[in-house]
């Protein structure tokens, strides 16, 4: 037998089935990722793709902009909001999503989608409100307690931080709930799912559809079972989801086994990230 079947014999017996993860491309250099937020990005394939989408899409609508440079400053206000909140992989699929929206209408000249999108304002060069020094020279002549009291509210009122004003665009938009998950399948029957398996689709016939049953957890895996025309197969993948293993039944060798790297685009990975989502009903059969 060979070393390489007696490794996956080896963890197929113990339950589990890990490898190391690598970074992804994106629209910027993940080898200098330094916040929370590009460091998820550069470590997921579905989000490396965005914000590589994204950068394009910005890029066109800056250069067709009346106004680049405020364009630009808008932008990087949003930016610096992702910065600041996103903390997590949903919180930046949100993000990606509403912002490539946004920019698209910009494109087709269409007004903005209604949106939770935050710029915040850049901060003044000197970090100091500008009429600060103005207001804080008093006049060399003896004031009355009235005056002294007034003049120290007016520095005060010049020191203490104003609150960041929203955009006009988004000041009258209320926030909106989440956008619900939707599911990759095309229709569903009892705890039956059918998804379109366009690897097999020709271009003289209707794309063919597969069979789904969500199985559960079995020994802490996302287990489906799958009819193709081919036959039956079962994907199985534990809670990270980094590679997905792939039996065709009934199973009866380790020839049967094949396992790949999750690249989140297959049809394999959209039922599991389905069944994972909580989208699929587990089947009682």
């Known amino acids: 037998m060979k070393r390489s079947l007696l490794l996956v014999a080896t963890a197929l017996t113990c339950g589990s089935f890990t490898f190391p993860t690598a ?17 998820l990005v550069c470590n997921d394939a579905e989000l490396s793709a965005l914000d590589d989408q994204l950068g394009k899409t910005y890029r066109l609508a800056k250069s067709k902009a009346t106004d680049r440079r ?16 996103c903390r997590d992989r949903d919180c930046l699929l949100g993000w990606y999503r509403q912002r490539q929206a946004m920019l698209d209408a910009t494109l087709r000249g269409n007004d903005a989608p209604p949106t939770t999108l935050i710029s915040m304002p850049a901060a003044p060069a000197n970090g100091k409100p500008a009429a600060l020094a103005a207001s804080t ?34 000041m009258a938009v209320p926030p909106q709930a989440p956008v619900p998950l939707q599911p990759h399948y095309v ?6 799912y059918f998804y379109q398996d366009l690897t097999t689709a020709t271009a003289s016939d209707a794309i063919p559809l597969v069979t789904v049953r969500y199985l559960g957890s079995i020994q802490g895996q996302y287990t489906l079972e799958v009819q193709k025309k081919s036959g039956k197969v079962r994907y ?35 039922m599991m990230r389905d069944a994972m989502n909580g989208l699929l009903v587990q089947s009682t059969r």
């Open 23 to 39: 970074a992804f491309s994106a629209s910027f250099n993940c080898s200098r990722s330094g916040s929370i937020a590009e460091k």
């Open 70 to 85: 405020a364009f630009a400053v808008q932008s990087d206000g949003f930016w610096r909001w992702r910065e600041a909140n």
């Open 137 to 170: 020279a008093l006049p060399a002549r003896t004031l009355s307690d009235e005056q002294i009291q007034l003049a120290l509210m007016q520095v005060h009122k010049s020191i203490s931080p104003a609150p960041p004003e929203l955009p006009p665009a988004l």
């Open 187 to 192: 229709s569903k029957a009892d705890d039956e």
């Open 236 to 270: 199985t993948c534990a809670n990270d989801c980094a590679y997905i293993k792939q039996l065709v039944l009934p199973g009866y060798g380790l020839h049967d086994l094949d396992v790949f790297k999750n690249d989140h685009t297959s049809l394999a990975a959209l």
